[in-house]
């Protein structure tokens, strides 16, 4: 399988607790993208790594929210602290195109703070 | 404050009949735009795109209009095929790495 893929598809987690996802993206893609989306929302961007380079952060990534890409190839996103709040789908998406277009989206790990 | 709005939540149709799915848009920095799909438990598939400086791009049973004026865009499905229904997203973006989409649209196409 060539595509996005991402680790774990689901994860239940208590208020409190912290939680780490992996997202593998597609090889030689330099771009990679976090987003997250809520019930009945569409997706909307958290952050963005050109290689290993965290070029932009959105407003909604809290500090206690980190990312990175070490060697420019998987990436992590950690939240720590959970929140009820922070239960979504967190969607990983890569691209080799400048620009936010025609990015590769992952399945998706869904997070359930309870 | 949804910079990009697909205000009908769902839509049914008839195999083989014309989809249109609606999308308007507010800022006017976004100079390109995207339709994407999503079925159940997969993330988003591209789709169709389209520059600002065009007003249609076609892809074979989907073609995307553009009206810059009116901030809007729309996607025609032609024919429509019971495998398109999904949820469809519409995307802009200024030129910046960061999409914003909008809520969805559910499209059901029915034999």
């Known amino acids: 399988d060539t595509g996005v893929s991402q680790n774990p598809r689901h994860k239940i987690t208590k208020r409190g607790q912290n939680v780490t996802f992996r997202c593998d993206p597609i090889?030689?893609?330099?771009?990679l993208y976090w987003y997250r989306q809520t019930l009945g929302q569409g997706p909307e961007f958290l952050t963005y790594?050109?290689?290993?380079?965290?070029?932009?952060k959105s407003r909604l990534l809290s500090d206690r929210f980190s990312a990175e890409r070490p060697k420019g190839s998987f990436s992590t996103l950690e939240i720590q602290r959970t929140e009820q709040g922070d239960s979504a789908m967190y969607l990983c998406?890569?691209?080799?195109?400048?620009?936010?277009?025609?990015?590769?989206f992952g399945q998706g790990t869904r997070l359930t703070v309870v | 404050d949804q910079q990009v709005k697909q205000n009908s939540p769902s839509l049914s149709v008839q195999e083989g009949r014309i989809s249109i799915l609606n999308c308007d848009y507010t800022?006017?920095?976004?100079?390109?735009f995207l339709w994407y799909k999503k079925y159940p438990a997969e993330g988003p598939t591209f789709l169709i795109s389209?520059?600002?400086?065009?007003d249609k791009n076609e892809d074979g049973r989907f073609t995307v209009f553009l009206n810059k004026s009116a901030k809007h865009l729309s996607l025609h499905i032609v024919p429509s095929q019971p495998g398109d229904s999904a949820v469809y997203f519409c995307?802009?973006?200024?030129?910046?790495?960061?999409?914003?989409f909008g809520k969805g649209m559910k499209l059901t196409v029915n034999p």
């Open positions: 998406a890569s691209s080799p195109y400048t620009g936010a277009s025609e990015a590769f």
């Open positions: 090889s030689e893609h330099n771009r």
């Open positions: 790594f050109q290689n290993e380079a965290q070029l932009e």
């Open positions: 800022n006017s920095m976004f100079d390109y």
């Open positions: 389209i520059s600002s400086i065009k």
């Open positions: 995307a802009a973006s200024d030129g910046s790495e960061k999409l914003v």
